[in-house]
């Protein structure tokens, strides 16, 4: 934990602004924009659970969105059809997707570089398939909806603390992992996996035990989501949704814990502005990956690093 | 739901051929397909995530030279050579411009430039065609349908799987009969090794690259009297690809091939024998192959 107690007194005072203008926003915003940066909030841990397996544990799953889509699609199956509380059901979501993501991890972590991300690849579209199939129980092509939080907590500003909350808990949570012991077993595993089993590292182990987080967490993140919007659309586990989280995270920096958030809060607002200009917000933002992966390849926090 | 369908037909041999052929059709541009997706990934380890799209594109090129209502022969054989040839230059030109700089790169990189054209090129065929679904019609000759084998078949299927073979056979003669064909096949199991021995690696690189965006091209132009040209044609494609080179072994030219073969089959019978079931098989099979043999039927473990 030491390099969270020798942070400089400049990034405490950073986290404090952050903090701050994070809570104040209902104040002074409107709901779409209060709906906007939920959104932020919700992309930056499900950008920071993708990072977790890229950035810190050297995994590059094609199909991490399968967790992000189970999520929503247990909330939304267990208030819709189970007739659960939406909290109840918001609780429930990551440990679905823990579940499916260990059953994944059992057979990724042995696998390396692109048969990873192809097994990853493959359970996403068999997730994907099934759901949008499914019609009776998902809804198939046209999710389903109805999802809204009963009471006082229904509200888009109780809707933006609560996710709020959760993420900072999450984000705090994975923090400390990245920090700890372990996080330094997955780091090593991720430079050199030969040389870590060699002293002692179960690199499968560590492989596996971050692939279960990232899926819990990455659940949770899209649990939250089927709650803002009040419904789940299958393309939220389509292969082109699985590239947001890995825009977000090389947009932000890969190198940094805090990248993927950065990443997330410029993805999330670019798009929002975009799209109220032109149709063709895929085009753009196409050119800005391309763009980024030629000239700042370490991102945002990497350019203003040096 | 009832997953299993009728099973009467299983001794139907009428239907048994009908299906075989209409499988070995769809396998034949779904190889073409692969073959190139699997050649790119053999030499410069980049998974083109794009090559789905530069299959539409493909199409659209076919599409704007053949328009709804031709029926020339002639028409048609020049938008699929003008197809193929644009979509190779594509592909040479963006070797160039983009991929060139990054092979030396982390895989998400590569990833992020293939996926950035993905988004780039959905958008472009909106601006460029407009958002309607086009069709045109099948050139005089090919249509209507043959007897063969006793089995009445499409005259465009057999069309299809007769350019699949000619394909096939020309590729493999380049790769296993031809100087570059060595120089390709030398890339995919050691490109520094070739480096070191004087070889222009480079360029091999800018012309595989080329060379699978033109079949992704010509499948393309091949498919427009049989699919919608729409700006959604591409995902399908490009995930049956991804089972095929996946199933067969990522980097091997039999893989392609006998997984083309495979998945056209599966597709074929799969849809008579249990509809349900048949939309998801290639990704089970996708992930127990992953699962228990990596690197494919056909490819070599790292």
């Known amino acids: ?264 809060a410029v993805y999330v607002v670019l798009q929002t502005v975009l799209t109220g200009y032109t149709e063709y917000w895929a085009l753009i933002l196409g050119a800005l990956v391309i763009g980024i992966v030629m000239l700042m390849p370490e991102g945002i926090m990497g350019y203003f690093r040096g | 739901m009832d997953f299993i369908a009728s099973l009467d037909w299983i001794t139907d041999p009428t239907v048994l051929a009908r299906q075989f052929m209409a499988g070995l059709s769809n396998g034949a541009l779904l190889f073409l397909v692969a073959a190139g997706l699997s050649l790119i990934f053999g030499v410069s380890r980049i998974i083109n995530f794009a090559h789905g799209a530069v299959y539409m594109l493909g199409a659209y090129f076919a599409w704007t030279v053949v328009g709804a209502a031709s029926r020339s022969p002639l028409i048609f054989a020049a938008a699929i050579v003008f197809s193929t040839l644009a979509s190779f230059v594509f592909g040479v030109l963006f070797e160039i411009l983009f991929l060139r700089r990054i092979y030396r790169s982390d895989q998400a990189f590569q990833l992020l430039v293939t996926f950035g054209l993905v988004l780039i090129l959905g958008d472009a065929v909106r601006l460029i065609w407009g958002r309607e679904e086009n069709s045109a019609l099948v050139p005089a000759g090919l249509e209507g349908a043959t007897r063969i084998l006793g089995v009445v078949m499409p005259t465009y299927r057999m069309f299809l799987i007769a350019v699949g073979a000619a394909v096939c056979i020309v590729l493999w003669l380049v790769l296993y009969r031809s100087r570059i064909g060595v120089l390709i096949r030398a890339a995919t199991v050691d490109r520094e090794m070739l480096k070191a021995l004087g070889v222009r690696t480079d360029r091999i690189f800018t012309l595989v690259f080329g060379l699978g965006c033109g079949l992704a091209g010509l499948a393309g132009g091949l498919s427009v009297p049989i699919v919608s040209v729409g700006p959604g044609l591409h995902s399908q494609v490009l995930i049956e690809a991804f089972a095929v080179v996946v199933i067969g072994g990522m980097g091997s030219f039999p893989g392609a091939l006998v997984g083309a073969f495979l998945l056209g089959q599966a597709n074929a019978f799969g849809v008579l024998a249990a509809p349900a079931l048949a939309i998801v098989l290639p990704f089970v099979v996708m992930t127990l192959v992953l699962m228990f043999r990596p690197w494919g039927l056909f490819g070599r473990p790292d």
């Open chain 1, 1 to 264: 934990m030491g390099s969270v107690r020798t942070a400089g007194l400049s990034v405490r005072l950073a986290l404090i602004i952050v903090a701050a203008s994070a809570l104040l926003i209902p104040a002074f915003a409107g709901p779409f924009w209060v709906f906007v940066a939920i959104e932020v909030v919700v992309f930056a841990l499900y950008a920071v659970t993708f990072n977790l397996l890229f950035g810190f544990g050297g995994m590059l799953p094609f199909g991490h969105a399968a967790f992000f889509g189970l999520g929503a699609y247990a909330v939304a199956v267990l208030v819709k059809k189970a007739a659960w509380h939406p909290l109840l059901a918001l609780g429930a979501a990551p440990f679905a997707c823990a579940v499916a993501a260990a059953f994944v991890a059992v057979f990724c972590v042995r696998l390396t570089g692109i048969y990873l991300g192809m097994l990853s690849f493959a359970f996403q579209m068999l997730l994907y398939t099934v759901i949008f199939k499914w019609y009776s129980l998902t809804g198939g092509d046209d999710g389903l909806s109805g999802l809204a939080v009963p009471g006082l907590l229904g509200r888009p500003e109780a809707l933006y603390y609560l996710s709020l909350a959760l993420v900072a808990v999450s984000l705090a949570f994975l923090w400390r992992l990245v920090h700890s012991p372990f996080g330094k077993g997955l780091q090593a595993a991720k430079s050199n996996p030969h040389k870590s089993a060699a002293i002692g590292i179960n690199v499968a182990l560590h492989r596996g035990i971050a692939f279960v987080i990232a899926g819990a967490f990455a659940g949770l993140a899209g649990a939250l989501f089927a709650l803002a919007n009040q419904s789940v659309f299958p393309g939220w586990l389509n292969w082109t949704a699985s590239a947001v989280p890995i825009v977000m995270t090389v947009l932000g920096g890969v190198h940094s814990f805090i990248g993927p958030v950065i990443g997330s």
